[in-house]
């Protein structure tokens, strides 16, 4: 079974400082991955999702970027932090139709 | 995206209460799934449902398919106060890979 290693566990940045959240998937192979950002612990809104390495379909228009280099790296970035970036970041994987496998997430606060 | 409306959306109940929570769609979903979280982690697959009215037992947890495949219903039964957490549901058409998730139950138990 997959499992996924998300790091940092929580995140201080100012405003305008950029953004890097790497997660890395073990135990499969070209692996769907997602990004999620779940505000106040409530609902999972989708930010960004990736078939296969260089394939990344936005879901919402914002201030974040996602990249997958490698087949199980994916990458959420920012190059200018808003105080509406905080959150709880989680990266997700499946394979076809699995249920997903979650990250530990990230609590990034931008003070 | 596709809608799925979750309720309750928040429960508040004494220890050894049973916990009903169900989940609807717009559309007819193939896969349906509930998701545990606790706080500060990410959500952990409990159940899967692959089929029209089957019924799946984990422990003290049931999930059920509805007949129509645009619902899915979680019973907890005893509650104990491990169970506090936010519970998603999750279903994919299998169209794609993707899965979308309710907006979740948050679950308190009172000693």
């Known amino acids: 079974s997959q499992t996924i290693h998300q790091w940092p566990a929580t995140l201080v940045q100012p405003v305008g400082s950029p953004l890097s959240l790497e997660c890395t998937v073990e135990?499969?192979?070209?692996?769907?991955l997602y990004w999620y950002r779940q505000a106040a612990g409530r609902g999972l809104q989708l930010l960004f999702y990736?078939?296969?390495?260089?394939?990344i379909s936005s879901e919402v228009p914002q201030n974040l970027s996602a990249s997958r280099p490698q087949d199980r790296q994916f990458i959420l970035s920012s190059k200018k932090l808003l105080l509406s970036d905080s959150g709880f970041y989680l990266c997700?994987?499946?394979?076809?139709?699995?249920?997903?496998?979650f990250g530990s997430g990230t609590r990034l606060t931008v003070v | 995206g596709q809608q799925l409306n979750q309720s309750p959306q928040s429960m508040f109940i004494q220890e050894g209460e049973d916990v009903s929570m169900n989940c609807t769609s717009s559309?007819?979903?193939?896969?349906w799934l509930w998701y545990k979280q606790d706080p500060g982690e990410g959500p952990v697959l409990l159940i899967a449902l692959y089929k029209a009215g089957e019924l799946t037992s984990n422990g003290r947890l049931t999930a059920q398919f509805g007949i129509t495949r645009k619902d899915s219903f979680l019973n907890i039964s005893a509650s104990i106060p491990s169970d506090v957490g936010i519970y998603f549901c999750?279903?994919?058409?299998?169209?794609?890979?993707?899965?979308?998730f309710g907006t979740g139950t948050s679950l308190t138990v009172i000693p």
């Open positions: 999750a279903g994919s058409t299998n169209t794609g890979n993707q899965f979308y």
């Open positions: 559309s007819i979903f193939n896969t």
């Open positions: 135990g499969t192979s070209n692996p769907n």
């Open positions: 990736s078939v296969g390495i260089g394939q």
């Open positions: 997700a994987c499946n394979r076809a139709w699995d249920g997903y496998t």
